[in-house]
Nanobody, 118 residues
Framework: QVQLVESGGGLVQAGGSLRLSCAAS????????MGWYRQAPGKQRELVAS??????????DAVKGRFTISRDKAKNTENTVYLQMNSLKPEDTAVYYC?????????WGQGTQVTVSS
């Protein structure tokens, strides 16, 4: 079982920045991909960005050039992923969920609210 703990959400004005963090824990697991999804009210959950164990990234067009995903490289913290969000827009407002894929199974964090005011 993989547990994901997120932090870093909050309220920010348009044009501002936030950094989300997600730390994975559990025993005897290998995480292949970690990423961030978001879900706005009345909308489906969508991929924001993901990063593989080999550091290949996939970033949604809506946030490309503004958001950056990264992953710790140190051995004891390699299952920690960050989402640096710059030039935030009101349409970025959503609950952001951390996701991890391990042995073909999806694991989710509890979600963190990001609100961007205009």
């Amino acid at each position: 079982q993989v547990q994901l703990v997120e932090s870093g959400g909050g309220l920010v004005q348009a044009g501002g920045s936030l950094r989300l963090s997600c730390a994975a824990s559990g025993s005897s697991f290998v995480i292949n991909v970690m990423g961030w999804y978001r879900q706005a009210p009345g909308k489906q959950r969508e991929l924001v960005a993901s990063i593989s164990s080999g550091s290949s990234t996939n970033v949604a067009d809506a946030v490309k050039g503004r958001f950056t995903i990264s992953r710790d490289k140190a051995k004891n913290t390699e299952n920690t992923v960050y989402l640096q969000m710059n030039s935030l827009k009101p349409e970025d407002t959503a609950v952001y969920y951390c996701n991890a894929i391990s042995s073909g199974r999806n694991f989710w964090g509890q979600g963190t609210q990001v609100t961007v005011s205009s």
